[in-house]
């Protein structure tokens, strides 16, 4: 999974609460990626960032926030206005002129 | 509209024969393309990329690639399936941006 790291890799969630999802990158990667897996239906892009305080809305972007303060770090908070969060979320970064994404080990994520 | 297919959910091979995995795309101008591989409850691990030259793209763990411009495919390929090859695979598309498109994923189950 190289340089980058997820964290928790399970977490349990009740309705109406915002839980935050870390991902950390020591590649020094400029662009970072998060994604929502559900089975059958592949890689969702919910949010990516390109740089440093700048991030964009990806496919399903709804119910979801981020920040880039760090290059670094790119966490992910899913709000309650998300309706169906329960889902395995990974992150990924890129060093941006070779565009191939390397990938976290995931965290899986259960609304109770 | 930018998109991939993968047409086949599963793929099933024994072990020692060789295996062929599914990908087409639909992306006008010149795509770069990359398979990536899953094993369960794991990030995605890079296998593979085509951005230009060669036809034939060789990647980790004895995998190989063909890009098919006429026919817009890029089918993942390996001569001697191995049992550990059992995972699941996402052929993935950009087209000079840092977003990737992801297919739904086909499933490898290589029989001993």
């Known amino acids: 999974d190289g340089g980058i790291t997820q964290s928790p890799k399970y977490l349990f969630r009740k309705e109406g609460q915002n839980v935050t999802l870390s991902c950390e990158q020591n590649?020094?990667?400029?662009?970072m990626y998060w994604y929502r897996q559900d089975p059958g239906q592949g890689l969702r892009l919910i949010y990516y960032?390109?740089?440093?305080?700048?991030?964009q809305k990806g496919d399903i972007a709804e119910g979801y926030s981020v920040s880039r303060e760090k290059k670094e770090s790119f966490p992910l908070t899913v709000t309650s206005a998300q309706k169906n969060p329960t889902a395995f979320y990974l992150c990924a970064s890129s060093h941006r002129e070779r565009n191939e994404q390397f990938f976290g080990p995931g965290t899986r994520l259960t609304v109770l | 509209a930018q998109s991939v297919a993968q047409p086949e959910d599963q793929v099933n091979v024994a072990e020692g024969n060789p295996l062929t995995v599914k990908c087409t795309y639909s992306v006008s101008g010149n795509p770069y393309l990359f398979w990536y591989v899953q094993y369960p409850n794991r990030g995605l691990q890079f296998l593979l990329k085509y951005i230009t030259g060669d036809n034939l793209v060789k990647g980790s763990y004895g995998f190989e690639a063909e890009f098919n411009k006429s026919q817009t495919s890029f089918h993942l390929k390996k001569p001697s399936a191995l049992v550990s090859d059992s995972a699941l695979y996402f052929c993935?598309?950009?087209?000079?941006?840092?977003?990737?498109?992801f297919g739904t994923g086909t499933r490898l189950q290589v029989f001993p």
């Open positions: 960032s390109q740089i440093v305080n700048d991030f």
């Open positions: 590649l020094n990667h400029d662009a």
């Open positions: 993935a598309v950009s087209f000079n941006t840092d977003k990737l498109i």
